[in-house]
Nanobody, 122 residues
Framework: VQLQASGGGLVQAGGSLRLSCTAS????????SGWFRQGPGKERMFIAS????????YYADSVKGRFTISRDNAKNTVYLQMSSLKPEDTAVYYC????????????????WGQGTLVTVSS
């Protein structure tokens, strides 16, 4: 499956953005999906994940209450709605998918998108 992330950009602190991850190539509705981010000089870290049916979600503590992950399997798309953005949210955001498990660990995901840059100004 091929993943295409989009929706990044420049936003002021306190603002909102919605990232999209659109899949092609296979039946995306059977894949758990996750969002990760990597800031300058930092390791890639887990942000949020969602089960293939959309019934189970996990969030990193740093984004709970501010970010919401969702999916529309009819559109082969997973979303990350980001609100109350902070400068420390600045990073390249990656979407990922896996057909065999719903996990928060980057190493468990089989497919990755190319990343979209989110910059939050203070």
């Amino acid at each position: 499956v091929q993943l295409q992330a989009s929706g990044g950009g420049l936003v002021q602190a306190g603002g909102s953005l919605r990232l999209s991850c659109t899949a092609s190539g296979r039946t995306f509705s059977r894949y758990a999906s996750g969002w990760f981010r990597q800031g300058p000089g930092k390791e890639r870290m887990f942000i949020a994940s969602i089960s293939w049916a959309g019934t189970i979600t996990y969030y990193a503590d740093s984004v709970k209450g501010r970010f919401t992950i969702s999916r529309d399997n009819a559109k082969n798309t997973v979303y990350l709605q980001m609100s109350s953005l902070k400068p420390e949210d600045t990073a390249v955001y990656y979407c990922a998918a896996d057909s065999s498990r719903h996990t928060t660990r980057a190493r468990d995901y089989e497919y990755w998108g190319q990343g979209t840059l989110v910059t939050v100004s203070s």
